[in-house]
């Protein structure tokens, strides 16, 4: 099993900005593409944004031009920015991690989450 470690999360006020990072502890796992998802108590967890192997990104509806979604490879870290925060993007955030060790298949895991809160 792949530990994914998640990072960034916090309280901001409502037009501020929060970077979360999503990386794994496991050297051999290289990520190669990502997504990230967020759930509020109650309601379905929700897409929010995600990355190919090759960089194409794709956005929901409501985070379209806010966020932006990248990876580094170098670093083997999968980053959302948010920009201009809304107090409806309150919830955990979850990154998934699609990749594969030089000898397995591809695979994906999920992180443990983080809270991102915005107040008003």
């Known amino acids: 099993q792949v530990q994914l470690v998640e990072s960034g999360g916090g309280l901001v006020q409502a037009g501020g900005s929060l970077r979360l990072s999503c990386t794994t502890t496991d050297g051999d796992f290289v990520i190669n593409a990502g997504g990230w998802y967020r759930q509020v108590p109650g309601i379905q967890r929700e897409w929010v944004a995600s990355?190919?192997?090759?960089?194409?990104?794709n956005y929901g509806d409501s985070v379209k031009g806010r966020f932006d979604v990248s990876k580094d490879s170098a670093k083997n870290t999968v980053y959302l920015q948010m920009n201009n925060l809304r107090p409806e993007d309150t919830g955990v955030y979850y990154c998934?991690?699609?990749?594969?060790?030089?000898?397995?298949?591809?695979?994906?895991?999920w992180g443990q989450g983080t809270q991102v809160t915005v107040s008003s």
């Open positions: 998934k991690a699609i990749g594969r060790k030089p000898w397995g298949r591809q695979r994906e895991y």
């Open positions: 990355i190919t192997s090759g960089g194409v990104t």
